[in-house]
């Protein structure tokens, strides 16, 4: 019975001279989500709406599924769609969507009517009240109340006529590409798909590096690193992802540092390498999963430090969050069963007993020196040697 999509987005931020930049993007990002669906689809804008139209048999699980990814959505409604709009097939229409949609008839309703095309012979309100005359007289536990309905049937007239009146939540945000691009520094752990997640929900664009410490980091782990970006990227769309070999950076600081400063001058190269890679790639940001105070390398202190060696934005979306609330999400965007897989990250091998928790940046700086001697080197080998994989949803 649904042959269409009416597609609900937000209009905060989206007014003016860019909202056909936000629509061309939304139009962009529902395509390609519904690339993955069973069926075939168009996808346009007209007068300020944006519909999916069904151009064959489709999978509506699928289809309303791969709608509830897209960024930008605020909701949207399954639609019937009339191709002839004259009073007597709009009646034998609602007719239908009601039998259809609704197997109890026990609820209160209202028309509502638009009319996009003016010729018509009634005005809306005259179609309202013979549409809803109508549904009354066909069934009649229907009762109307136009105050409070619980079911508020709408109908569109236009060249074809689209009834509905459902309304499925989108995950709201803005579509993906109209902010930008940012380098998400992505583990194998709870936290940093999360932290994309949201900062791509506001419409930026995600590329992505992971620091592999291979052999004290199997090839699983690494795996585990593309499935989790995998899951991302159903909401993002395809993740460049750049897995570096941290490998000799990681051995070499740990023969010359002092091993409670060991994470906190790890976590410098790794924000050094991404934000040179993020450079490379025209991101204008970094980000990352750390929540004040969740680790000894992220209090305050060891934020600032770490935080010291970039020039661009940081963004921390889960900065004030509770380990919990990040989990609550981390289930529901899917990344959670596979983030606790137990293969090891690179940070859990080295980690001291007792890593600083204070650290100052003067001593971590001076610490650092100790490393000029081959660091360069290992810092350049180490970018030389990048792989990038091309990490897609299906
Ligand atoms: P996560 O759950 O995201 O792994 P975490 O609680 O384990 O976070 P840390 O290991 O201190 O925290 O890492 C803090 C942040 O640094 C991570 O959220 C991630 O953005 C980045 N990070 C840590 N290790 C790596 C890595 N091996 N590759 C890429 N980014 C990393
Ligand atoms: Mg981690």
Known sequence: MYKAFLIKYGEIGIKGKNRHLFE????????????????????????????????????????????????????????????????????????????????????????????????????????????????????????????????????EVRSRAFIYSQEIKGPGGMPVGTAGKAMLLLSGGIDSPVAGYMVAKR?????????????????????????????????????????????????????????EELTIIMRRYMMRIAEYFANETQCIGLITGESIGQVASQTTQALAVTNAVCDMPVYRPLIAFDKQEIIDRAVKIGTYETSILPYEDCCTIFVAKHPVTKPQRKTIEKSEMKLSEKIDELVKNAIDTTETIIVRAQ
């Open 24 to 155: 061309d993007a939304l139009v962009k990002q529902i395509k390609n989500a519904l690339k993955f669906v069973d069926g075939e689809f168009k996808v346009t804008k007209e007068q300020g709406r944006v519909y999916v139209e069904a151009l064959s048999e489709f999978d509506y699980e699928e289809t309303t599924a791969a709608l509830k990814n897209v960024f930008g959505i605020v909701a949207f409604c399954p639609v019937m769609i009339c191709d002839k709009t004259d009073i007597e097939s709009l009646k034998e229409n609602a007719v239908r969507f009601i039998e259809g949609s609704y197997p109890d008839k026990n609820f209160s309703f209202k028309v509502h009517t638009r009319r996009g095309d003016k010729h018509y012979p009634l005005d809306s309100m005259q179609i309202s009240a013979l549409l809803g005359e109508v549904l009354l007289e066909k069934f009649s536990e229907l009762k109307v109340d136009v105050h409070n309905p619980e079911v508020m049937l709408e109908v």
């Open 203 to 259: 419409g930026v664009k995600i590329d992505a590096v992971y620091f592999h410490a291979p052999p004290y980091t199997s090839e699983r782990a690494k795996q585990k690193v593309i499935d989790l970006a995998k899951i991302v990227s159903r909401y993002t769309g395809p993740i460049y992802l750049k897995v570096v070999n941290f490998t000799d950076i990681q051995m070499y600081i740990y023969e010359k540092c002092k091993h």
